[in-house]
């Protein structure tokens, strides 16, 4: 990672108990930043020091390689972890201390880690992790949270931009506690910029000090390890500040050291200013993977220009020098957010160029790199997903919306693949301009009252995959149980290749399925609760026809309340928190079981005769998927008085337990009820009917658990119907008397009355009644309802 500079991904601020900063190692008190891909965490005061050196999460155009080196970060490790090398242990919740792989997680102390081998082997995920040599993106314009798709928070403090860094935070703080008479506070600006945007960092030095002093304690404010011999500083007037070019008024201060630097009237801001130089050493970074050679010294003095470095450069590379126009010299500034790359001039003096970035800001000077750069013309190819569409248009009908809405440049841009169930499109441009000017104006669009939504997709390079290799596709549902999906993310983005986490509230699952359309072979992770579950199945359904593989596992993160399809296939009835590390490790030890999937059919009849002048339409048949239960009456009812309560208040529901208490208190109000249900539906199974007893609710059952974990069909022998499985292309069909009946069920006293079970089911209602399909309660219009199983099972 010391090869290529990768920006960080700093998602909003938040706090961060028992963490350290990484540049000046205090404890994180305040809101602070981490860096929603790597370990990084900074004071908000503190990122203009932190350089970018992300985990290199795919190829960007530039570099092509296979071997991976650990990719170290320090610090922030818990008290209990162990090194590699000597086996102690290495963490602290005291101090920032030891090392830790990004990508394979093994961990050493500073001491330690520099002996472990340099290549990295992805660790025990690394038949889920998908390599990084197999993505590219192109990514140059698009800001990382774009790339990764991370969802800004709404709620965040002003502008994280750089003009408002609050780079003086910090300082202001030592301000009020130096009330010692002895001592006296300086504003250091660090070159032209920062006293054009009035940054600021404070320093407090003796009254007496000596120049060199002074100098060395402004160094320090801006970490920069300089020998401060080579620096001095300048004063400047308040007119100073108004014009652009600060006066040099190197006379105001007395060459020699020994005397004071200040004189009896003390300005109190000074600029750091490099001391010009003849000549120096500065260093060339090769930009393709040659192991073992870091970057090569070179001096330079006040006749080098841009063609003689790279002429005196390229032997010591073992490159040949007559094919000089090949190469280009490119200066990379490595900001904390950006990186920033700009191509020198043949004939640009080297040293003018140094002497030209140390005026604007010495801090940038130490962030910058010069690199050796072979002029491939590499073709730019970014993908943008388009949703939000009408469904059902043709390849024309989405280009002429598009170009009617986005005024797309046709030369550029062309649609490459087209989804028109889900109303959307993938849109493959090959300048990068034209790509930040859609996705910018996508977000403000809406065609036919809808808005379009638009994420950057990354291309993975099936071919590369590994033989053993099947990466996860991880979805997450951060709205489902109580937040915890935001963790998940953090968690999963940090574990595997950020580029296969996909966060289902940013374009729901198609941007993750497209992405891995390719992949011979992967498994599908879906963290959320069973409506989240049946989401995501349903739109593979969908989809599968254009995967490469279109059968892939699909293992459960349970999250929020029910839960029922988590339970039956084991994985529990709820994440409370287990270490996201060990879920993986049980998603790729788990087995495969097959699970029958059904199709509900719901027809409602023609509204009556005089319904609003008689000129109302017939509801359009609807088709929706099952893959857990249906239930029709009380059952249903209270699911939706639930569901309203939820609609109201969201925020009292965060909570399982809370939610379950919401339930009792909506069954009790039922109680008093009589419902004949029996009366006013009737139940074809396989085309024969079935006489219904007295019930109030009817439930169509697939999986052994309903209602968060009950066993409704209850475990007695019964020689009229088989033992239910989860993949025996049958339902049974159970009923319930009531609300006291259900909470007998929930509490494992009773179960239902079994009904029937069979393949086929035709319900016809006779008036309107409440219907829920895994948990997604409406009240469904008199007419029929026809069940049967969906296509191949999953």
């Known amino acids: 990672h010391w090869q290529v500079p990768v920006a960080h991904c700093f998602g909003s601020p938040g706090h961060y108990k028992r963490k350290f900063c990484t540049v000046c190692r205090k404890s994180l008190e305040s809101p602070a930043l981490r860096c929603e891909v790597c370990e990084l965490h900074v004071h908000t005061d503190c990122i203009l020091f932190a350089c970018s050196d992300c985990r290199q999460c795919h190829q960007d155009g530039h570099q092509d390689h296979d071997t991976y080196h650990h990719h170290w970060r320090e610090g922030n490790l818990s008290s209990s972890a162990r090194c590699e090398v000597c086996k102690k242990t290495c963490g602290s919740s005291e101090v920032l201390s030891g090392m830790r792989c990004e990508w394979c997680g093994i961990l050493a102390h500073a001491a330690c880690y520099v002996i472990v081998t340099p290549e990295c082997t992805f660790g025990r995920l690394r038949n889920m992790i998908l390599p990084p040599s197999c993505v590219q993106l192109f990514s140059r314009n698009f800001?990382?949270?774009?790339?990764?798709?991370?969802?800004?928070?709404?709620?965040?403090?002003?502008?994280?931009?750089?003009?408002?860094?609050?780079?003086?935070?910090?300082?202001?703080k030592d301000v009020q506690i130096s009330t010692d008479s002895s001592k006296q506070m300086l504003k250091i600006f660090d070159g032209n910029d920062a006293v054009k945007r009035n940054q600021f960092r404070l320093i407090s030095v003796p009254r007496i000090a000596k120049n060199e002093e002074v100098v060395e304690a402004a160094l320090r404010a801006y970490y920069i390890n300089d020998d401060e011999q080579e620096y001095e500083l300048q004063t400047f007037t308040q007119q100073a500040l108004l014009s652009d070019d600060v006066i040099n008024r190197n006379d105001a201060v007395e060459d020699s050291n020994l005397s004071s630097v200040f004189r009896e009237s003390v300005p109190e801001a000074w600029i750091i200013r490099a001391k010009p130089k003849d000549e120096e050493v500065i260093r060339i970074y090769p930009a393709w993977l040659k192991v073992g050679m870091a970057y090569v010294s070179l001096r330079v003095n006040k006749d080098s220009t841009t063609q003689t470095v790279v002429k005196e450069v390229?032997?010591?590379?073992?490159?040949?020098?007559?094919?000089?126009?090949?190469?280009?010299?490119?200066?990379?500034?490595?900001?904390?957010?950006?990186?920033?790359?700009?191509?020198?001039?043949?004939?640009?003096?080297?040293?003018?160029?140094?002497?030209?970035?140390?005026?604007?800001?010495?801090?940038?000077?130490?962030?910058?790199?010069?690199?050796i750069v072979e002029n491939n013309k590499s073709i730019v190819r970014v993908n943008l997903l388009v949703g939000g569409l009408p469904p059902q248009l043709s390849r024309e009908e989405y280009a002429n919306i598009l170009k009617a809405e986005l005024a797309i440049k046709t030369n550029v841009v062309s649609v490459s693949h087209v989804y028109q169930a889900q109303g959307a499109v993938v849109l493959e441009i090959s300048c990068f301009s034209e790509a930040e000017r859609i996705y910018m104006l996508v977000k403000d669009t809406t065609v036919n009252d809808k808005p379009l939504n638009v994420v950057v997709i990354p291309e993975v390079v099936a071919s590369k995959i590994p033989q053993n290799c099947c990466p996860v596709l991880v979805f997450v549902n951060p709205k489902s149980g109580g937040l915890k999906g935001r963790d998940l993310l953090y968690s999963f983005r940090k574990l595997l290749n950020p580029h296969q986490v996909f966060e289902l509230t940013n374009g729901g699952p198609l941007p993750g399925f497209h992405t891995f359309c390719k992949v011979?072979?992967?498994?599908?992770?879906?963290?959320?609760?069973?409506?989240?579950?049946?989401?995501?199945?349903?739109?593979?359904?969908?989809?599968?026809?254009?995967?490469?593989?279109?059968?892939?596992?699909?293992?459960?993160?349970?999250?929020?309340?029910?839960?029922?399809?988590?339970?039956?296939?084991?994985?529990?009835?709820?994440?409370?928190?287990?270490?996201?590390?060990?879920?993986?490790?049980?998603?790729?030890?788990?087995?495969?079981?097959?699970?029958?999937?059904?199709?509900?059919?719901?027809?409602?009849?023609?509204?009556?005769?005089?319904?609003?002048?008689?000129?109302?339409?017939?509801?359009?048949?609807?088709?929706?998927?099952?893959?857990?239960?249906?239930?029709?009456?009380?059952?249903?009812?209270?699911?939706?008085?639930?569901?309203?309560?939820?609609?109201?208040?969201?925020?009292?529901?965060?909570?399982?337990?809370?939610?379950?208490?919401?339930?009792?208190?909506?069954?009790?109000?039922?109680?008093?009820?009589?419902?004949?249900?029996?009366?006013?539906?009737?139940?074809?199974?396989?085309?024969?009917?079935?006489?219904?007893?007295?019930?109030?609710?009817?439930?169509?059952?697939?999986?052994?658990?309903?209602?968060?974990?009950?066993?409704?069909?209850?475990?007695?022998?019964?020689?009229?119907?088989?033992?239910?499985?989860?993949?025996?292309?049958?339902?049974?069909?159970?009923?319930?008397?009531?609300?006291?009946?259900?909470?007998?069920?929930?509490?494992?006293?009773?179960?239902?009355?079994?009904?029937?079970?069979?393949?086929?089911?035709?319900?016809?209602?006779?008036?309107?009644?409440?219907?829920?399909?895994?948990?997604?309660?409406?009240?469904?219009?008199?007419?029929?309802?026809?069940?049967?199983?969906?296509?191949?099972?999953?």
């Open 143 to 172: 800001s990382k949270l774009h790339c990764f798709r991370v969802t800004e928070n709404l709620q965040t403090e002003p502008d994280e931009d750089d003009d408002v860094d609050g780079s003086t935070q910090g300082s202001t």
């Open 314 to 371: 390229l032997p010591l590379l073992g490159k040949r020098t007559e094919c000089l126009e090949n190469y280009k010299l490119v200066e990379v500034l490595m900001g904390s957010k950006q990186v920033q790359r700009m191509v020198l001039d043949n004939q640009e003096l080297i040293l003018n160029r140094l002497k030209d970035i140390r005026k604007t800001s010495i801090r940038q000077m130490n962030q910058t790199r010069f690199y």
């Open 520 to 794: 011979p072979s992967f498994r599908v992770l879906v963290c959320g609760g069973d409506g989240t579950v049946g989401w995501v199945l349903g739109a593979l359904e969908e989809i599968r026809h254009k995967l490469a593989c279109s059968e892939p596992s699909v293992a459960i993160l349970p999250l929020g309340t029910g839960n029922d399809l988590g339970r039956v296939l084991r994985w529990g009835a709820g994440y409370s928190g287990e270490d996201p590390y060990s879920i993986l490790v049980s998603v790729d030890e788990a087995d495969d079981v097959l699970m029958d999937r059904w199709t509900i059919l719901l027809d409602a009849d023609e509204p009556a005769e005089g319904a609003e002048n008689g000129v109302a339409e017939p509801e359009p048949p609807k088709i929706v998927q099952m893959n857990n239960y249906c239930g029709l009456g009380i059952d249903a009812e209270l699911s939706l008085d639930f569901h309203h309560a939820r609609e109201e208040e969201p925020g009292k529901f965060n909570s399982r337990f809370h939610n379950k208490g919401v339930y009792v208190k909506v069954g009790l109000q039922k109680i008093s009820h009589t419902r004949n249900l029996h009366k006013d539906i009737k139940l074809q199974v396989d085309q024969q009917e079935v006489e219904l007893p007295s019930i109030e609710g009817l439930i169509f059952i697939n999986i052994p658990s309903w209602g968060s974990g009950a066993d409704l069909w209850g475990s007695d022998s019964d020689n009229r119907f088989e033992k239910p499985r989860i993949d025996d292309g049958l339902l049974e069909v159970v009923g319930v008397t009531g609300v006291v009946h259900m909470g007998q069920v929930q509490g494992g006293f009773r179960s239902g009355i079994r009904i029937a079970q069979g393949s086929y089911f035709r319900v016809t209602l006779l008036k309107p009644i409440p219907v829920q399909v895994d948990g997604e309660p409406w009240i469904q219009a008199p007419g029929r309802i026809i069940i049967s199983a969906a296509g191949p099972k999953v």
